[in-house]
């Protein structure tokens, strides 16, 4: 049984670092002052029995499909 789903809209710039140290660099100086462009739906699910599904979809085509499959079963 699906005790939780949670969406996450991802926008904005992807940054990378070589370190941890220069990740945590860029977030002390990180502002959100905006959304930027949109990147990704990032969709969680959680189960009752302690599972968990995740799914990484560029569209919202392809997440409700991913979410009605869930949905069917």
């Known amino acids: 049984m699906v005790e939780k789903v949670i969406i ?3 926008y904005g710039k992807s940054n990378k670092f070589a370190t941890i140290d220069d990740a945590i660099r ?3 100086q990180h502002r959100n002052d905006g959304c930027g462009d949109f990147r990704k ?3 969680l699910i959680t ?3 302690g599972d968990r599904v995740e799914g990484s979809f ?3 085509a392809n997440a409700l499909e991913f979410l009605q499959f869930v949905a069917k079963q």
């Open 58 to 60: 560029k569209d919202k």
């Open 26 to 28: 860029f977030l002390d």
């Open 47 to 49: 189960f009752s029995n």
């Open 41 to 43: 739906y990032e969709v």
């Open 8 to 10: 996450i809209p991802l």
